[in-house]
């Protein structure tokens, strides 16, 4: 019996890759100097700033400057960007259903609260766990691990939303089937654990959600206690 619904953010509610991909992008055209492509891969997921871009670059660049002129471009146009077609929708139909609605995020609390709360979404959600409440980020199970604790539900009971391959691994590993909706930055990657995949989250409606596969394609989820950081506040509320 489905019960729950767990989504990731970045990409797939919001679609804050391709503007932190763009914002990078122009930066680099105003210096005349192209992007590496290892580069623009390492940014999927990674929407809040925390990985360090720039020490692959030569040191003739004002690197400093660089990633403050990227931080305010990639902010201003992450926060213009629109929800994306189907996300309210689907939030909407599932709760008037009964269902439990969580965010399971790579990306950092304060991030995506603040798009969340920006775009008038955080209310749909019974809980937001986010990478800096577990040990280990996706592509480990942990982040499903603790939404699913947190929703009271079993792996079978729920369904995972994702856009790329880290986050549906992560959630395959933790027992939980997997919907794909791909973005721009990840349409061309596959997904051998997908048990469907949308072009869109307005094609995910409940009536298409009832016709799934089973659970059986879902692994035996790991029972492994999560290991959460020792300064972390456990609010489960």
Same mark, same amino acid.
């Given at each position: 019996?489905?019960?729950?619904?767990?989504?990731?953010?970045?990409?797939?509610?919001?679609?804050?890759?391709?503007?932190?991909?763009?914002?990078?992008?122009? *930066?680099?055209?105003?210096?005349?100097?192209? $992007?590496?492509? @290892?580069?623009?891969?390492?940014?999927? #997921?990674?929407? &809040?700033?925390?990985?360090?871009?720039?020490?692959?670059?030569?040191?003739?660049?004002?690197?400093?400057?660089?990633?403050?002129?990227?931080?305010?471009?990639?902010?201003? !146009? !992450?926060?213009?960007?629109?929800?994306?077609?189907?996300? @309210?929708?689907?939030?909407? +139909?599932?709760?008037?259903?009964?269902?439990?609605?969580?965010?399971?995020?790579?990306?950092?609390?304060?991030?995506?609260?603040?798009?969340?709360?920006?775009?008038?979404?955080?209310?749909?959600?019974?809980? *937001?766990?986010?990478?800096?409440?577990?040990?280990?980020?996706? $592509? +480990?199970? &942990?982040?499903?691990?603790?939404?699913?604790?947190?929703?009271?539900?079993?792996? #079978? +009971?729920?369904?995972?939303? @994702? &856009?790329?391959?880290?986050?549906? @691994?992560?959630?395959?590993?933790?027992?939980?089937?997997?919907?794909? *909706?791909?973005?721009?930055?990840?349409?061309?990657?596959?997904?051998?654990?997908? *048990?469907?995949?949308?072009?869109? !989250?307005?094609?995910?409606?409940?009536?298409?959600?009832?016709?799934?596969?089973?659970?059986?394609?879902?692994?035996?989820?790991?029972?492994?206690?999560?290991?959460?950081?020792? &300064?972390?506040?456990?609010?489960?509320?």
């Amino acid at each position: 019996m489905l019960r729950a619904l767990i989504f990731d953010f970045d990409g797939l509610m919001v679609d804050t890759e391709t503007a932190i991909i763009d914002a990078w992008t122009r *930066i680099h055209a105003d210096d005349g100097f192209t $992007p590496r492509h @290892e580069v623009l891969r390492a940014l999927v #997921g990674h929407v &809040d700033f925390k990985i360090d871009v720039w020490s692959a670059y030569p040191d003739n660049h004002d690197k400093a400057a660089l990633d403050l002129r990227w931080r305010e471009a990639a902010r201003r !146009m !992450m926060y213009a960007a629109p929800v994306l077609p189907g996300v @309210e929708s689907l939030l909407a +139909e599932a709760k008037a259903a009964g269902l439990k609605l969580a965010v399971a995020s790579n990306s950092s609390r304060e991030h995506v609260h603040g798009h969340l709360r920006h775009r008038k979404l955080e209310q749909w959600f019974d809980t *937001i766990c986010t990478r800096d409440e577990v040990e280990h980020p996706k $592509p +480990e199970p &942990d982040i499903y691990r603790l939404a699913l604790t947190r929703l009271g539900v079993e792996p #079978g +009971e729920a369904i995972a939303f @994702e &856009d790329s391959r880290p986050g549906h @691994e992560a959630a395959h590993r933790a027992g939980l089937r997997v919907i794909v *909706i791909p973005g721009p930055s990840t349409r061309h990657d596959t997904f051998p654990h997908a *048990i469907r995949q949308f072009a869109s !989250m307005a094609e995910a409606t409940l009536a298409a959600l009832a016709v799934l596969p089973p659970d059986r394609v879902a692994p035996p989820p790991d029972r492994v206690r999560i290991s959460l950081p020792t &300064d972390v506040t456990r609010d489960f509320s």
